[in-house]
């Protein structure tokens, strides 16, 4: 018997254990020291059973490699029956099982961004798994890499300032960075700019990330794609495109990107990515120019069953000016789009009825970590500038020009500093009546406030929270009623 990991899996150890995720199947396990060994046997070539026991033996002084035998067996039994590996007796076997994504066999799902009280997310994931079991020892999973700040849109709410899109990343930087991604155990990879396809040596940087064993996203406006880029991003493992699209109607969407042309390019991009089994996600945030429309992006998505993200989030740019939050939706608009969602969405009416809000909500401790920043992720941007991430761009901290990757992710005084706080350090949102529709973030506040100060609330949200908390206990409270 030979197995082999599927195209769309990885394998990473961190410390003593062991991780193990499937990026078209969405699942993912974390292992003991004595799991980390099975998995770490395996490869993306093809073994044979014999040579993996060999493997694992070496791990094991001692144990008889009859009983090695028939555990591999069963674990690797267990990987494959949960769409981690593949195994046959033959080569050809192997190729037929490896399937890979497809729209055929995938069905989308709609994400209402932060419409969902964010304390009924009880599930733990693997990261906070992780998270816990090291206690500290902070692993860098995921690192976004702006390539170049030059976009060929100019969205009216986008929180990099235009002037700003003028640089490309150097392509020696880019390889640098990701021999230590490898060497760091960073498992995702995001791509980013401006407009990344910009760069003249995207397709070569695609490459490179196979090389290191990357799992990609592509955050793209798609206007560029073309038939080399495809035939790339085929051979990658790439774990997703994520595309903006802001309306089904011509005018409103290219109002907001500000390029005449990037409807039809963006949209024909998709259906060509969804022909090539591609995965995609879109992404339609709804502000003032799209509040009505932004529903017809959703229904062409489901249609297309291609997985959608919409959010009425937006915040200021990162110098600090506000001119793009004249996009953003007022409170009345707020109030009637929360009102039309809970009207509409009957997978979110179906999780508020099925939990207690208020029993929840006490639960909530102030020893949480607020994000996922300096924790288990950065963003490096063109000119090799480090910050916690995209948006938070006047907090330096470090440059990869100069430090090390791990250098500046163990010993940046700024890192340390935002990785140790914790929820108790904003006691205004811990005693907050509302906390529970609310998910906080510091480039939110940092970006808003005159001086940058990430720990200063930004009021907008807490005025927005406190809508969705009183829409929310409203219709709840009628729906009971009437059973």
């Not at 002037?163 to 980013?192: A, P």
């Amino acid at each position: 018997m030979m197995y082999r990991q599927k195209f769309d899996t990885f394998i990473r150890q961190y410390g003593d254990v062991g991780y193990i995720v499937n990026k078209s199947g969405f699942g993912d396990r974390v292992f003991d020291a004595s799991g980390a060994v099975f998995i770490k046997a395996l490869s993306r070539t093809t073994r044979q059973l014999d040579e993996i026991v060999d493997t694992i033996a070496s791990s094991f002084i001692g144990a008889p490699k009859n009983m090695l035998r028939q555990d591999a067996i069963d674990f690797y039994k267990m990987l494959e029956e949960d769409g981690f590996i593949v195994s046959g007796e033959t080569e050809e076997d192997i190729e037929r099982k490896d399937s890979r994504f497809s729209y055929t066999a995938f069905k989308q799902k709609a994400i209402k961004k932060d419409f969902l009280p964010v304390i009924l997310r009880t599930e733990r994931t693997s990261q906070e798994f992780l998270d816990e079991h090291f206690k500290g020892a902070h692993h860098l999973t995921s690192l976004q890499i702006e390539l170049t700040s030059r976009c060929n849109e100019r969205c009216i709410h986008c929180y990099i300032p235009h002037e700003n899109k003028i640089c490309d990343i150097e392509s020696s930087l880019f390889y640098d960075t990701l021999d230590q991604c490898r060497e760091m155990g960073v498992l995702d990879l995001k791509l980013s700019g401006g407009e990344p396809m910009l760069h003249k040596n995207f397709i070569d940087f695609l490459g490179k990330a196979k090389e290191c064993d990357l799992s990609v996203t592509v955050l793209s406006n798609l206007t560029l794609l073309n038939s080399d880029i495809i035939a790339e991003m085929k051979a990658n493992r790439l774990a997703s495109i994520q595309v903006s699209l802001y309306s089904m109607k011509k005018e409103i969407h290219e109002y907001i990107t500000q390029l005449p042309g990037s409807f039809e390019k963006t949209k024909n991009a998709i259906l060509e990515l969804i022909k090539n089994d591609i995965m995609l996600q879109i992404s339609c945030p709804v502000m003032k120019q799209n509040k009505e429309s932004y529903v017809d992006v959703l229904a062409w998505a489901e249609k297309h069953n291609v997985p959608i993200e919409t959010d009425y989030i937006m915040m200021a740019r990162s110098d600090k000016t506000t001119d793009n939050l004249e996009n953003r939706l007022s409170l009345d608009e707020t109030d009637a789009l929360l009102r039309d969602i809970i009207s509409h969405d009957t997978n979110y009416q179906m999780n508020l009825l099925k939990n207690d809000i208020m029993d929840l909500e006490k639960k909530d401790t102030g020893n949480d970590m607020l994000c996922s920043v300096c924790i288990t992720s950065l963003c490096m941007v063109a000119n090799g500038n480090v910050y916690p991430c995209a948006g938070w761009q006047d907090y330096v901290c470090g440059n990869l020009r100069e430090t090390p990757l791990r250098e500046i992710w163990e010993n940046s005084p700024k890192v340390k500093y935002l990785r140790g706080l914790r929820k108790k350090d904003f006691p205004q949102c811990l005693k907050c009546k509302d906390k529970a529709f609310c998910a906080m973030c510091m480039v939110r506040n940092a970006n808003e406030n005159p001086e940058g100060d990430p720990l200063k609330i930004n009021e907008h949200f807490c005025k927005v929270a406190a809508l969705n908390r009183n829409i929310v206990l409203n219709w709840k409270e009628k729906i009971l009623a009437k059973k």
